[in-house]
C-alpha cells in the first residue's frame, strides 16, 4: 500500500510555471507507476502525465505535451509534475495516483490518489 501527498499548487498568472509535488510514503515506491490527473469542476478526472517505475518512460496527454514535464525520483520517493505556459484552461485540482502497472489512463485504473492540490492559471 502507498499513501500519496500532493503538493506546490496555487495561483500563477498565465504563462508561468509551476512544479507539483506528491510525495509517497511506503518502502515500495519503487515499485509503482505514477500518475497525474486533473478534475475541472463538474467533470470528471482526466489523465494529465505518467512515468514507469524507473523513471525511463513518460507519455502525456496530448492537451499538455511540450509543457509539462512528468519527473520521479525513487530516492525521495516523490514525483513531480512541472508544469510551463500555464493557460487558465489548466485550472483545475490536480491529483496524483500509483499502480503497480505501467501504461493505464483511466482514473478506474488507478487503486491509490492523493487528496489533490489546487491550481489556479489567472489570465
Known amino acids: 500500500q502507498v499513501q500519496l501527498v500532493e503538493s506546490g499548487g496555487g495561483l500563477v498568472q498565465a504563462g508561468g510555471s509551476l512544479r507539483l509535488s506528491c510525495a509517497a510514503s511506503?518502502?515500495?515506491?519503487?515499485?509503482?507507476?505514477m500518475a497525474w490527473f486533473r478534475q475541472f469542476p463538474g467533470k470528471e478526472r482526466e489523465f494529465v502525465a505518467a512515468?514507469?517505475?524507473?523513471?525511463?518512460?513518460?507519455y502525456y496527454a496530448d492537451s499538455v505535451k511540450g509543457r509539462f514535464t512528468i519527473s520521479r525520483d525513487n530516492a525521495k520517493n516523490t514525483v513531480y509534475l512541472q508544469m510551463n505556459s500555464l493557460k487558465p484552461e489548466d485550472t483545475a485540482v490536480y491529483y496524483c495516483?500509483?499502480?503497480?502497472?505501467?501504461?493505464?489512463?483511466?482514473?478506474?485504473?488507478?487503486?491509490?490518489w492523493g487528496q489533490g492540490t489546487q491550481v489556479t492559471v489567472s489570465s
Open positions: 495516483a500509483a499502480k503497480i502497472s505501467y501504461g493505464y489512463i483511466r482514473p478506474n485504473d488507478y487503486l491509490y
Open positions: 511506503g518502502r515500495t515506491f519503487s515499485s509503482y507507476a
Open positions: 512515468v514507469n517505475w524507473s523513471g525511463t518512460s513518460t
